[in-house]
């Protein structure tokens, strides 16, 4: 409704008796008096700009849609700019023109402030006394600010006496102790902004994030659960920046000689790789509120490149099947830079760390209920039957694929050692089914085409072909079936499963890493993330050794016997059982559903 009269407001005919009569009746009413006491209400003059206050007023939604309503009324109207002047609303809209949001409250009050002033001299004259009077305030801090840093740097400010260095107001004299001073002038260590070149230990109140690349698919073949569900793919090239910098790079952009959109220009700064969205990292020194503020920036993009709102209890999902896409493609060696046209597995395996960060983030929120429903529906999943498993969860989104992922955020590495070889048979069960119905697909669409081929000759010859190939095919696969089932050899079994389950063999293994490197001394993700958010490098500095523990050891393995043997489970088969009788059990379990 809100939205409505805002259109309605701005497109009041100007210069016209009936448009005067319109926006008289709206001052009547009192509609413009509601609209500057919301304003006043919400950014008192009594408290600074800087205010907390301030702050989480600037983020409300109807703020802009109201300063729209008022710059509408009073274009031209001089009834309206006379009432928001009485009403003590311009000193407020000159401090707020200076503001830097994402909702752009800065651009529409300095609007509103040339709509009041259109016309209108003596509102002219005032808003023009109100910023040159916040011109000198701001002049006198920064002069007394540098006469400071120069007194503390060993400078002696002195009146100039040659009438050429008149504007200069002072010249500087060095002290003896200036090279010392110097010496001990600090550089940010660490993760840094791109633009300001400073982090946690100068800026420790900015929210600093990475620019991510969000992609849309599905959660899962629509063929295999027979319905679309889409998701976020993300990947990042891991080029830091501040949230505030973000956004005032955002407005210069918008309005230099060559407009640019939000990340056209981010696009630039991102090393020339394409980004549609900010990672926020929550490090010990960094407000709640702070981070709070790049969380839901964070969001709020989510869902323009989901194309959808997701509600804030889904959140946690929807980032699972984020970290999941991730590892998949280190486990099939995908390019990173496919969409982005950049990033890399160097670049994206110290992204897993934080987007776990952001996770028990999640899964802490209100008082860890999210927590508490995913540990339940984690219990119920690792308690079921494994035929259960297959057969409830694998036409679902929130399969294996989706828990062994939630067990990176939930299982302790003594739990996640009992359990992970019932996750192992899952994901190879999974895959199995996957294959084989793209094998099915395929065939199918052979037969197809070879009909297809011999439906276009009508002659009598062609249909018996037809026929005799078709009794052919038949027989060949009963004759394979009956081999198949009969003289089974658990050796080639191993040695044709093994190609086509590496992916999820590797996707297993780099999970079975991270659970292993991440909760080594407490058993829990707790301390990793403690660690992470007093020193981020450190956390980073693990993830590349993951990586190349990854590369070095995974990536090459080309049999079952390595594979067991490298991820230290040959003992968990048991005593008699061998691994092509365990890899049989699994593809009987499929048979049989």
Excluded at 37 to 46: C, Q
């Amino acid at each position: 409704m809100i939205t409505n009269f805002q259109y309605f407001s701005e497109g009041i005919l100007l210069n016209d008796e009936s448009g005067e009569r319109m926006k008289n009746v709206i001052i009547e009413k009192g509609i413009v008096q509601k609209c500057v006491e919301y304003l006043l209400e919400s950014f008192p003059s009594e408290k600074r700009k800087e205010s907390q206050e301030w702050k989480n007023s600037s983020n409300k939604r109807s703020i802009p849609y109201i300063l729209q309503i008022l710059m509408g009324l009073s274009k031209k109207h001089y009834n309206t700019q006379q009432e928001v002047l009485k009403l003590k609303l311009i000193p407020v809209l000159v401090e707020l023109e200076k503001m830097v949001t994402k909702t752009n409250i800065g651009t529409l009050s300095e609007n509103l402030l040339d709509s009041c002033s259109d016309g209108n001299v003596e509102i002219q004259i005032f808003v023009n006394d109100i910023r040159n009077q916040i011109k000198s305030e701001q002049k006198k801090k920064a002069m007394e600010k540098r006469a400071k840093m120069l007194e503390e740097m060993g400078f002696k400010a002195v009146p100039a006496k040659n009438p050429n260095e008149e504007k200069k107001n002072m010249s500087k004299i060095i002290s003896e102790n200036v090279p010392s001073q110097f010496l001990q002038i600090q550089e940010e260590k660490g993760l840094k902004c791109g633009i300001c070149q400073e982090g946690k230990t100068f800026q420790p109140e900015e929210v600093l994030c990475f620019y991510i690349y969000s992609k849309r698919l599905n959660i899962e073949p629509p063929e295999l659960i027979g319905f679309e569900t889409p998701a976020v793919s993300s990947v990042t090239q891991f080029n830091f920046i501040h949230l505030s910098c973000h956004l005032k790079a955002v407005i210069s952009d918008s309005q230099g000689e060559h407009p640019k959109n939000e990340w056209e220009g981010s696009y630039l700064r991102n090393s020339q790789v394409l980004c549609n969205n900010l990672f926020p990292v929550y490090y010990d020194v960094l407000p709640e509120h702070s981070f709070m503020e790049g969380f839901e920036t964070f969001w709020e993009n989510y869902n323009e490149n989901l194309s959808d709102r997701i509600h804030s209890s889904a959140r946690f999902s929807f980032l699972v099947h984020d970290l999941k896409f991730l590892l998949l493609k280190f486990a099939q060696e995908e390019k990173f830079s496919i969409d982005s046209h950049g990033g890399s597995a160097e670049t994206n395996i110290v992204f897993i760390p934080f987007l776990l960060q952001m996770g028990d983030f999640l899964l802490n929120f209100k008082d860890n209920e999210k927590r508490k429903e995913m540990q339940k529906k984690l219990a119920l999943f690792l308690e079921a039957k494994e035929e259960e498993w297959i057969v409830k969860t694998i036409r679902t989104i929130d399969n294996i694929m989706f828990y062994s992922v939630v067990s990176l955020f939930l299982l302790s590495l003594q739990d996640w050692n009992k359990n992970r070889m019932k996750i192992l048979k899952q994901l190879i069960l999974y895959r199995k089914i996957i294959y084989d119905q793209k094998k099915e697909v395929e065939e199918a669409k052979k037969a197809k085409k070879t009909k297809a081929k011999l439906n276009e000759n009508s002659n009598e010859n062609l249909n018996e072909n037809l026929n005799e190939n078709t009794n052919e095919n038949t027989n060949e696969n009963t004759n394979e079936n009956s081999n198949e089932n009969t003289n089974e050899n658990l050796k080639i079994l191993e040695t044709e499963s093994f190609q086509y389950l590496k992916p999820i063999l590797r996707y297993f293994a780099l999970i079975n890493l991270l659970h292993s490197s991440f909760k080594k001394e407490s058993g829990d993700l707790n301390q990793f993330l403690l660690l992470l958010k007093k020193e981020p490098e450190t956390g980073i500095e693990q993830s590349q050794k993951i990586l190349k523990q990854f590369q070095e050891e995974i990536l090459v393995i080309e049999d079952f016997f390595e594979y067991f043997e490298v991820l230290g489970i040959m003992d968990d088969l048991g005593e008699s059982k061998k691994i092509g009788e365990w890899i049989d059990e699994i593809f009987k379990i499929k048979k049989e559903i």
